[in-house]
């Protein structure tokens, strides 16, 4: 019994002395962890960031288009049509808001053929310029019928050439809308990467 005593009383301090012992080895082995997993986050963003396309020289800078109270050119028009087509997609229009809205599409669509008819620039030109206003009108799917309609009414001999235009120009939209996505998910990455390199 006297012996048990004595070892129960000469163990307390052993089993204290190691507890305080291994506090700071604990703290160590957190502040590994925290350390190995920052480097993990960091090299995970790293990567993310090599695999991105290399950047392009271009700045991107949304145009803003202010919306004509007159409409005169058919950029003013498609500007207008692009607009009220991002007012009303996805949305219920009752009768009179319908009715405004088709005649809208009318309005737009007789002024591109028109203008379109009667420009003298040279051919390549035109189809280049009325291809964009083209494409834009077709980013909508409530703004695209114009595109259609105009295409339908211009000279049948132009019309194959005024489609190859609409299509390149569509490209080069998805193209920089890419461009774009990525240079923004660039930005994101190098942001986290200086917060972790600040954290390190």
Known sequence: MAQQAVQRH?????????????APLRAA??????????YLQRQTVVEQLDALPQPETVMFQRQVHSIPAKPQSPA???????HQAEQVEGKSLDSRQYAQFTALQRQVAQTLVQSFRSDRGPAQSRYDIYGEHLATLQRHEVSAPVSRVVLGLVPAGERLALQRAVD????????EAQQERTFIQRQTL???????????
Not at 10 to 22: D, E, W
């Open 190 to 200: 190098q942001r986290q990467l200086a917060e972790l390199e600040h954290l390190s």
């Open 10 to 22: 000469t163990s307390r301090p052993v089993t204290a002395q190691q507890q305080i012992a291994q």
């Open 168 to 175: 390149a120009a569509v490209q080069r939209s998805v193209a």
């Open 29 to 38: 082995s957190l502040e590994r962890q925290e350390v190995e997993q920052l």
């Open 76 to 82: 003013d028009w498609v500007t207008v049509m692009r």
